[in-house]
Antibody, heavy 120, light 107 residues
Framework: EVQLVESGGGLIQPGGSLRLSCTVS????????MSWVRQAPGKGLEWVSY????????RYADSVKGRFTIAADNAKNSLDLQMNSLRVEDTAVYYC?????????????WGQGTTVTVSS | DIQMTQSPSSLSASVGDRVTITCRAS??????LNWYQHKPGKAPEILIY???NLQSGVPSRFSGSGSGTLFTLTISSLQPEDFATYYC??????????FGQGTKLEI
């Protein structure tokens, strides 16, 4: 079964750091692109970051550039998002999602999400 | 950057109704347009990719159309489980994606 499971969310003070992880199973991790997508309270979906480890391609949304770092561990089948200098506006549910090239890049598999709350 | 604008932002409808949601891109995205359904507390789910391709397992009452900059999602006969928020997304500029702001479909 294809599955994505996020972990690492929690309550953190502004300026702090947090590392999210997404464990992948049921497919060959290095054959797909992966993204992080978030939803702030009362807001819509926002793409955050992308990685395609096979081609060394990484991108970030402007809102997180310079503060967040995405990484993939093909041996462990896991995707990480290191979040530094966290702001109140980073409060959101964070989802990892698989991008499927045969579907024009559409995100065909999603995790259940992990909640990050940035508050003093 | 490509902006995606959905209309309406919210929509009230009844079981059995036919509803249409519109998504407009700020520039041409060819056929790289996808639709997702999102229910509270659950993971988003893909409904349609590449404008009109129904994801496996998605009921045939969902359909998509359009090209270039204007796209629509149509639900032919609303069912109780369809009440959710719907998002369009452009993947034309992958690895950078953009979502529409969402359309909340309410009873």
């Amino acid at each position: 079964e294809v599955q994505l499971v996020e972990s690492g969310g929690g309550l953190i003070q502004p300026g702090g750091s947090l590392r999210l992880s997404c464990t992948v199973s049921g497919f060959t991790f290095r054959s797909f692109a992966m993204s992080w997508v978030r939803q702030a309270p009362g807001k819509g979906l926002e793409w955050v970051s992308y990685i395609r480890s096979s081609g060394n391609t990484i991108r970030y949304a402007d809102s997180v550039k310079g503060r967040f770092t995405i990484a993939a561990d093909n041996a462990k089948n896991s995707l990480d998002l290191q979040m530094n200098s966290l702001r109140v506006e980073d409060t959101a549910v964070y989802y990892c999602a698989r991008g499927n090239g045969s579907m024009g890049g559409a995100m065909d598999v999603w995790g259940q999400g992990t909640t990050v709350t940035v508050s003093s | 950057d490509i902006q995606m604008t959905q209309s309406p932002s919210s929509l009230s409808a009844s079981v059995g109704d036919r509803v249409t949601i519109t998504c407009r891109a700020s520039q041409s995205i060819s056929t790289y347009l996808n639709w997702y359904q999102h229910k509270p507390g659950k993971a988003p789910e893909i409904l349609i990719y590449g404008v009109s391709n129904l994801q496996s397992g998605v009921p045939s009452r969902f359909s998509g159309s359009g090209s270039g900059t204007l796209f629509t999602l149509t639900i032919s006969s609303l069912q109780p489980e369809d009440f959710a928020t719907y998002y369009c997304q452009q993947s034309y500029t992958t690895p950078v994606y953009t979502f529409g702001q969402g359309t909340k479909l309410e009873i």
